[in-house]
């Protein structure tokens, strides 16, 4: 089987014009928003991509990054149909949670405050998008 191109998976190389309107640091990609109508199975492939690209992101780099939670977000339909309905369900991140949990709600809050963890080597403190500087 054929590795992934290097540009989709994180390794730094040249890109060309087309391929850099796709780049992003993965780090930075802190929510998503499941359909109203996926699949199960297909969430939970998203789930697990999600957790893999978390964990490679707090074990696998070396340089100072910043991390932040990341929330899976689920549309459903409104009971008339009419509407959709966006709410968090799940956070991944060095500890997952999901809505039902006692620290959910609270780090919700954190995450939508632009909250996260800056690593450097093998400590983490905490980083205020809002305020801080990497």
Known sequence: ???????LVG????YTAHERLFQYDSTQLVGII???????KERERIRHIIQEKK???YWGRTEPHVLFD???HEARLSSN????????IEIIGAMNCKQQDEQFARRYLNWED?????IDGNSGKSFDANNDRL
């Open 55 to 57: 964990d490679r992101d």
């Open 81 to 88: 149909q009419r509407s959709i309905i966006v709410e968090p």
């Open 34 to 40: 499941v359909g109203a109508k996926m699949p199960d």
């Open 114 to 118: 632009g909250k996260g963890t800056l």
């Open 11 to 14: 390794e730094h190389v040249n």
């Open 1 to 7: 089987m054929k590795p992934p191109p290097s540009f």
């Open 70 to 72: 990341f929330v899976l």
